[in-house]
C-alpha cells in the first residue's frame, strides 16, 4: 500500500500538470482565435478605410469634372429661355446667311418632333424647329454644316433637299429639322 501511497502525489502532480496544460491549450486557442478574429476586423477595418479614401478622391475628381463641364456651358447658359435661344439662333442664321448667300425663308416651331429622341437631363430643355433654306447646293450644305457653331445648342435630326432646276449651279430648298435647346443652370453653378 505504500507503494500505492507514494504514486498517489505523483499521480496528482500528473494529473494538475494535465489540467494545467489542457486549461493553457484551451486559453491559447481562445486566445489565438480572438487574434484571429482581431486581424481580421482590423484588415476589414482598414479595406473600408482604403476604399473610403478611394470614395473621397473620386468624389473630388467628380466635382472638379463636373465645375469644369460648367465652366465650358457658360457661354450657352446666356439662354437660359427658349425665347433668348431662338433669338441667338435668329441672328447666327442672318449671319450664315449673309455669308453664303442662302435665304432663309422659315424657322417654325413644331409641336412634336417626327424623329425619336434621346432623354436629355432635366435641366436642359428644348423645342423642336423647321428651318427651310434655298441657295446654290454647295452653299446650302455649309450653311447647314454650320448651323451649330453660333452658340446655341442645337441638333440637327434630318436635312430633306428638293432640287430646283438643272442650271449651274444648282439651286436647291432644303428643310432642316432640328431641336434647339437651352440650359436652365442654377445661378451659382454658372459662377
Known amino acids: 500500500m ?52 478611394h470614395a473621397s478622391s473620386d468624389a473630388s475628381k467628380l466635382r472638379r469634372t463636373e465645375r469644369a463641364a460648367l465652366a465650358s456651358l457658360r457661354g450657352y447658359a446666356t439662354a437660359s429661355t427658349i425665347a433668348d435661344a431662338s433669338a441667338a439662333l435668329l441672328e447666327h442664321l442672318e449671319r450664315l446667311g449673309k455669308a453664303y448667300n442662302v435665304s ?4 417654325d416651331a413644331s409641336a412634336a418632333g417626327a424623329v425619336a429622341r434621346a432623354a436629355v437631363p432635366d435641366r436642359l430643355k428644348g423645342q423642336d424647329i423647321v428651318l427651310r433654306l434655298r441657295g446654290a447646293f454647295r452653299n446650302v450644305l455649309l450653311v447647314e454644316r454650320r448651323l451649330s457653331t453660333g452658340g446655341t445648342l442645337l441638333r440637327v435630326d434630318a436635312i430633306d433637299f428638293e432640287g430646283a432646276g438643272t442650271r449651274h449651279p ?12 437651352y440650359l436652365e443652370l442654377r445661378k451659382e453653378a454658372v459662377r
Open 2 to 53: 505504500s507503494q500505492h501511497n507514494h504514486n498517489l502525489p505523483k499521480l496528482i502532480s500528473l494529473a494538475l500538470a494535465i489540467v494545467t496544460f489542457a486549461g493553457s491549450a484551451a486559453l491559447m486557442v481562445r486566445y489565438q482565435n480572438a487574434v484571429g478574429r482581431s486581424e481580421i476586423a482590423s484588415g476589414l477595418a482598414y479595406a473600408a478605410i482604403q476604399t473610403e479614401r
Open 170 to 181: 444648282i439651286v436647291v430648298a432644303s428643310t432642316v429639322h432640328a431641336r434647339l435647346y
Open 104 to 107: 432663309i425663308s422659315g424657322v
